[in-house]
């Protein structure tokens, strides 16, 4: 299995959103990095089984970009991708990860991102920061082991 994992890109000014992050869309830049991502996706990956991204609008709107390019996918929204849930969000959709699908991608936020890649690759013992608009890869080796096999800012 491979298990795509995209930071939202760029996003307009936390401060000009206070009162509800969530509503943040991207920039100009962030869906010219949007539709970098998705054109990346598609070729090397062209059958995505689903797009999974946490409600912000942000990571919604990169999703939507992915999921343009990728006719076939399930998509859908969790809120436990959500900025403020953290790690305990994308530990619960361990299931998903676990089906049967042979590609997944998750649209989420930092430092979520991160530490899910050094929770499963490396027993919290990896330190990484994704930036915005990037994507890390991964591959399922058996069970219990995932290797961390491309990490590409856009």
């Not at 010219?32 to 991502?37: G, L, M, T």
């Not at 998750?106 to 990037?134: M, Q, T, W």
Request: proline share 3%; glycine share 4%; hydrophobic share 35%.
């Amino acid at each position: 299995m491979k298990l795509i994992l995209v930071r939202h890109a760029q996003a307009e000014d936390r401060e000009k959103y206070l009162e509800d992050d969530l509503k943040r869309p991207l920039t100009k830049k962030g869906e010219k990095q949007a539709k970098k991502i998705a054109k990346y996706i598609r070729k090397k990956y062209p059958k995505v089984d689903a797009i999974i991204s946490s409600l912000a609008l942000r990571a919604c709107d990169t999703a939507k970009y992915i999921a343009k390019l990728q006719e076939e996918s399930t998509f859908f929204l969790s809120p436990h991708l959500n900025p403020e849930v953290g790690l305990e969000g994308y530990l619960k959709h361990k299931d998903e990860i676990e089906e049967d699908w042979q590609t997944l991608v998750v649209v989420g936020h930092e430092p979520s991102i991160s530490d899910f890649v050094s929770y499963i690759c490396a027993n919290s013992n990896l330190r990484l920061k994704v930036g915005k608009g990037c994507i890390v890869e991964l591959k399922r080796e058996n069970e219990d082991q995932w290797l961390l096999t491309g990490l590409r800012n856009f």
